[in-house]
């Protein structure tokens, strides 16, 4: 039997987290079966950007040091120039000590919205969710629309409001969330969503320039040396 352990900032793929995450293929699978190991393939599949650009990182940390010279160009002088990136020093950010005592297995939360004094459950979006979110930007762009995306956002992110899960009811709020809520969760949420921030500072040899730069995953972040 494998012995319980936790480990910090991570999931850990249950018993519990598989049936309850996928059910009906969990039971088409089966228990007694060594493809329940791909379910480790489909969560990571679904891991968003920020949890991909860690796992990538740590990777790249552990199998070929913290330093990382590649090739940029400077937004100043345009100048193609030899930089040394220090991985080992992005921030990574996580969910605050109220928030994180309070995620679900599942990675839901609860907050009170200031206007509406509603008790929403919201939940981090995936990488699914993000490629949904982003094929409808582009869709939008393709035909010139000035509509954003910021209420099919918020449909994501709500799981219940006042312990209803009715999606027409959640469709309903958003249409009608005053723009305070509305503002409030985005913020709620940037606040607390996983992250690593992929910027460092960077000085240009050419001309002295100092920015923030973001880090490039180059061929030389997979094939250093």
Known sequence: ??????????????????????????????????????????????MSKNDKNALIVGARITGDGQEYETKVTCP??????RHTFYLDELKNTFPSPEIEKQLSETGTFKVTLPISKFDVELRLLNGTDEKVLASMAEQKKALKSEESTMSEQLKLLIVSINEVKDRAVIERFVSVCPAGDAKFIRKVYAENVP??????????????????????FTVDFFWSG
Do not use: H
């Not at 100043?76 to 120039?81: D, G, K, P």
């Open 1 to 46: 039997k494998t012995p319980e352990f936790k480990l910090k900032n991570s999931i850990i793929l249950t018993t519990n987290y598989q049936e309850k995450k996928w059910k009906r293929l969990s039971k088409l699978i089966g228990w007694n079966s060594i493809q329940r190991r791909n379910f480790a393939i489909l969560e990571a599949y679904q």
């Open 76 to 81: 100043s002088c345009a100048a193609n120039v």
């Open 195 to 216: 992250n690593v921030d992929m910027t460092q500072k960077f000085t240009c040899r050419s001309c002295d320039s100092e920015m923030e730069m973001e880090v490039p």
